[in-house]
C-alpha cells in the first residue's frame, strides 16, 4: 500500500521538493531562532531546508567545540547513521544508513555509503577514517543518491567539506591532554592574499597510548594505540573575476597498535582463554598487531561562471593508499589464525558539472569518469603454523557516468524535481592462493591478469520527487529514489570458481514521504520522515572457511526495510539549544537464498538496529568580559542488533547462531564545557573541559564468526573506554 501511494503521487505531475532536513545549528544573535545553513549537497549552494532528501548537516561551531575531524565521530549524530570501526582496523570503517551497509571493509569490496571530501569520492572503507583539522561541515544525505552521486551511493553519502582559504591572515592553534597518555596539537594558518593567491595550511598530530595490556608477547605489551599525523594544503587562485582555482593536497599517516580481539567463544585449545563478552583492561595474545595506513591525494576544482549560462565546475582528483596490517585474529596465547595485509591503492577521477538556473527551471548536469587499481598480498598462518598460505589478489574498475537533474517550480507552491544517471562500468580481476609446505607451495588458485573476462554493468539510476508548500514555514514531499552497489568478482575467494563468479549489483528503490516544518517563530524545526527501501539482488558477505580466511559476496534474496525519522531542534531562549532525534528501522528479508533454498525466515539481518535515540544539549551558561561559558550534554543510544548474516536456528553442526554476533547496543554519553572567547590583546582563547563515553560502555559493538573449523571462535571488539582531558585554544 505504502509503494501503491508513493506511486500514485509521483506519477501526478513532474518533479523536485524541499524535503526534509535537519541541522546540528549553533546559536547566533538575540532573537534568531534556529539557525539555517547553506549546503552543496544537490551539487549547488542551497539552504539546508531546500534540499530535495533527507539531509543532516553538522555546521562548523558545532564540530569545533567537539573536536570532531573524523566521520569516525558521527555515529548516532543522525537518525539511523550508524558508524563503527572495522574490528581490529581503526582506520577502516562500517557505515550503515538505514539499514544499508557493507560489512566487509577489505579493499576489494565496494561501500554501501558513499563518502566524498569536497566532491572527491573516497571509494574504499579501507583507510577511510582520517583526521581532517578544519573541517567547515559535514552532511549526511540519508538515502539512495544515485543520480547526482553514482555507484556504491546505495544507502547515502558524506559529505565532507573544509574550510578554504579566506585571503585574510588569520589562524588557531589548540593542545588537548587527556587519560591515558592523550596528546593532540591541531592547527590552521589562513595567510593574506598575494596577487591572485590564497594559500591555507592545517594540520594535527594525535598520540596516545593503548587501552589494553598484552601480557606475554614478544612484539608488544599494549593495543590500541594512537598515532597520527594529518595535513592539508589549500592553494586558490582567481585569475578574473569568472575563475576560481582551488588545489588541495592532503595527507595522512596512521602507524599504531591495532585493536585487541578478544576471544568471547570457543572449544579445544582455546577455552582455556574464552573471556567474558565485555571490554577487559588486560589481555593476551601471541602474535603481532599492527596497522599503518598512509593516504594522500591531489585535488583540482576550477569553476567557471558563464553567467546567464550557469555555473561550469571540473573537479579532477587522484588518490592513493598504502596500507599494511598484521593482526592476531584470534585473540590468545593460541597461534591459531595470523593475518598480514600489504597492499596498495590508486584511484583518478574527472568530473564536470553545469549547474544554473532559467526562469522557474533548476538544473544539474555531470559527466564522469572514474578509475582504480589495487593490489593486496595476504599471507595467512593457521593451527601454529600447520597451514600457511600465499594469498594475492588485484582488480581493476573503470567507471563513466553521465547524469541531470532538473527541478521545476509548477506553481509557487507546487515543485518538481526529476533527475537520471547512466553509469557504465567495467570491473577485472586477478587472483593467486597457494598453501605452502616444506616441498614448495602448492598452488590452488592462480588466475593471473587478464585471465578472466572483464565483468560489464549498465545501469541508470532515476530520482523523483514533488513537493507542495503550504506556507514559509510548512511544507510537505514525496519522494521516489534509486540506488545501486557495484557488482563484480569474488578477488578473495579460496576457489577459481568462487572468483570468477560474477554477483550482479544491488539495486535498491526508496519510497520517501517528508514533512518540515519551522514554527514558533523559528523557535522549533521539527521534521518527520517515513520510507521504504525494496532491495534486490542483495549482497551479503558471507564468511567461508578455508584453505584461507575469507569473505565471499553472494546475491542472497530480497529485503524490504521501513523506518521512521523524527528530528527537532529547539531554541526556548537565545541561551539554549536542544536537538533529538530518533529513528525506527524494520528491516526485513523477502528471500534469502541458500544453496537454492529460501531461509528469509532463519537469517539475521546485519548493522541494522531497531533504534536510534539523540540528543545534545548546549547551554550557554555565562557570558561576559571573561568570555563564555557552553556546558554541552551529548547523548545517544542504539538498540542491539546482529553483526552477521547468521542462522537465528542453526539447522546444522557447522552453523553458528546469530546471538554469538549479536550486539546488545549501546549507549554514550559526551560532556564538555567550553569557555571561549577569552580576550588575549588581539587573539582569543579557549579551554575545554571534556569526557567522552561517560558511562563508560563497555558492550561489544563488532564480532567476527571464524565458525566450527575455527574450533568455534568468535572474537569481539569494543567502544573506546571512558576518557577525558583538556584542550587549550587560541585563535587570532
Do not use: C
Amino acid at each position: 500500500m505504502f509503494k501503491k501511494i508513493m506511486v500514485a503521487a509521483l506519477a501526478s505531475t513532474t518533479w523536485h521538493t524541499p524535503s526534509q532536513a535537519q541541522t546540528l545549528p549553533e546559536q547566533t544573535g538575540a532573537g534568531s531562532g534556529v539557525d539555517e545553513i547553506v549546503v552543496t549537497a544537490q551539487k549547488r549552494e542551497q539552504n539546508l531546508q531546500d534540499v530535495p532528501i533527507a539531509i543532516s548537516a553538522l555546521s562548523p561551531a558545532y564540530l569545533e567545540k567537539r573536536q570532531i575531524t573524523s566521520v569516525a565521530d558521527l555515529s548516532g549524530l543522525a537518525p539511523n547513521l550508524k558508524v563503527d570501526t572495522a574490528g581490529g582496523n581503526r582506520t577502516s570503517s562500517i557505515i550503515a544508513i538505514r539499514g544499508g551497509v557493507q560489512g566487509n571493509p577489505q579493499l576489494y569490496f565496494e561501500p554501501s555509503v558513499g563518502m566524498y571530501m569536497d566532491g572527491i569520492y573516497i571509494a574504499k572503507a579501507q583507510g577511510s577514517l582520517f583526521d581532517v583539522a578544519d573541517i567547515e561541515r559535514i552532511e549526511v544525505l540519508r538515502g539512495p543518491q544515485g543520480t547526482l552521486y553514482g555507484r556504491n551511493a546505495i544507502a547515502g553519502a558524506l559529505n565532507i567539506v573544509t574550510r578554504k582559504p579566506s585571503g585574510e591572515l588569520s589562524g588557531k592553534v589548540e593542545a588537548s591532554y587527556g587519560n591515558y597518555d592523550y596528546r593532540r596539537v591541531r592547527g590552521t594558518i589562513d595567510l593574506p592574499r598575494l596577487g591572485i593567491f590564497s594559500a591555507k595550511l592545517s594540520g594535527q598530530i594525535v598520540k596516545r597510548d593503548g587501552f589494553y595490556h598484552v601480557a606475554g608477547n614478544a612484539f608488544t605489551d599494549e593495543a590500541q594505540t594512537l598515532d597520527s599525523k594529518s595535513g592539508m594544503v589549500q592553494l586558490r587562485a582567481e585569475p578574473f573575476d569568472a575563475l576560481t582555482l582551488d588545489y588541495t593536497f592532503d595527507i595522512s599517516v596512521n602507524d599504531q597498535q591495532a585493536s585487541a580481539a578478544q576471544a568471547v567463544s570457543g572449544t579445544g585449545t582455546l577455552a582455556p582463554y574464552v573471556l567474558p563478552r565485555r571490554r577487559m583492561r588486560d589481555v593476551s595474545f601471541d602474535s603481532p598487531n599492527f596497522e599503518y595506513a598512509k593516504n594522500w591525494g591531489h585535488a583540482l576544482t576550477a569553476t567557471f561562471d558563464l553567467g546567464d549560462l550557469g555555473t561550469l565546475k571540473s573537479i579532477t582528483a587522484q588518490r592513493k593508499q598504502k596500507y599494511r596490517d598484521a593482526l592476531d585474529l584470534d585473540g590468545t596465547p593460541v597461534a591459531l589464525a595470523l593475518s598480514s595485509r600489504d597492499s596498495r591503492y590508486k584511484q583518478f577521477s574527472q568530473e564536470f558539472q553545469l549547474t544554473g538556473k532559467v526562469d522557474r527551471l533548476n538544473y544539474v548536469l555531470g559527466a564522469y569518469y572514474f578509475d582504480d587499481d589495487g593490489f593486496v598480498f595476504n599471507p595467512q598462518s593457521f593451527f601454529s603454523g600447520l597451514s600457511n598460505t600465499d594469498s594475492r589478489f588485484g582488480f581493476t574498475t573503470k567507471a563513466y557516468a553521465a547524469y541531470a537533474q532538473f527541478d521545476y517550480r509548477i506553481t509557487d507552491a507546487l515543485t518538481l524535481t526529476g533527475g537520471l544517471r547512466y553509469t557504465h562500468e567495467k570491473k577485472a580481476v586477478e587472483r593467486y592462493l597457494a598453501r605452502l609446505t616444506a616441498a614448495g607451495p602448492v598452488v590452488v588458485v592462480n588466475l593471473p591478469e587478464g585471465t578472466t573476462p572483464p565483468a560489464k554493468f549498465e545501469k541508470i539510476s532515476p530520482t523523483a520527487t514533488l513537493a507542495y508548500e503550504f506556507g514559509p514555514n510548512l511544507n510537505i514531499y514525496a519522494r521516489y529514489a534509486q540506488g545501486f552497489r557495484s557488482g563484480g568478482f569474488n578477488a578473495t575467494a579460496s576457489t577459481k570458481a568462487d572468483v570468477q563468479r560474477v554477483f550482479k549489483p544491488q539495486v535498491q528503490n526508496t519510497y520517501e514521504l517528508g514533512f518540515k516544518s519551522r514554527l514558533l517563530d523559528n523557535r522549533l524545526q521539527l521534521n518527520i520522515a517515513a520510507f521504504q527501501n525494496d532491495v534486490s539482488d542483495l549482497q551479503l558477505s558471507v564468511f567461508v572457511p578455508g584453505l584461507s580466511a575469507s569473505s565471499i559476496l553472494v546475491n542472497a534474496g530480497k529485503a524490504r526495510i521501513r523506518g521512521l525519522e523524527i528530528e527537532a531542534v529547539a531554541k526556548p531562549s537565545d541561551r539554549l539549544m536542544v536537538q533529538a532525534s530518533v529513528g525506527y528501522l524494520h528491516s526485513k528479508y523477502l528471500q534469502y537464498l541458500d544453496a537454492g533454498v529460501d531461509v528469509a525466515d532463519n537469517r539475521a539481518f546485519p548493522h541494522a538496529p531497531k533504534y536510534t535515540v539523540s540528543t545534545s544539549v548546549d547551554w550557554r551558561a555565562m557570558e561576559s568580559n571573561l568570555g563564555k561559558l557552553n556546558l554541552i550534554v551529548d547523548f545517544n543510544m542504539m538498540s542491539d542488533y546482529y553483526v552477521s548474516p547468521s542462522p537465528l536456528v542453526p539447522t546444522s553442526p557447522t552453523q553458528t547462531a546469530a546471538a554469538f554476533t549479536q550486539s546488545p547496543g549501546r549507549t554514550m554519553l559526551d560532556a564538555r564545557a567550553v569557555l571561549s572567547e577569552i580576550p588575549i590583546g588581539s587573539a582569543t582563547g579557549t579551554l575545554s573541559l571534556w569526557g567522552r563515553n561517560l558511562l563508560n560502555e563497555d558492550n561489544p559493538n563488532f564480532f567476527i564468526d571464524y565458525g566450527a573449523n575455527f574450533q568455534r571462535l568468535t572474537t569481539a571488539y569494543f567502544p573506546d573506554p571512558r576518557t577525558y582531558g583538556v584542550t587549550l585554544g587560541l585563535r587570532f
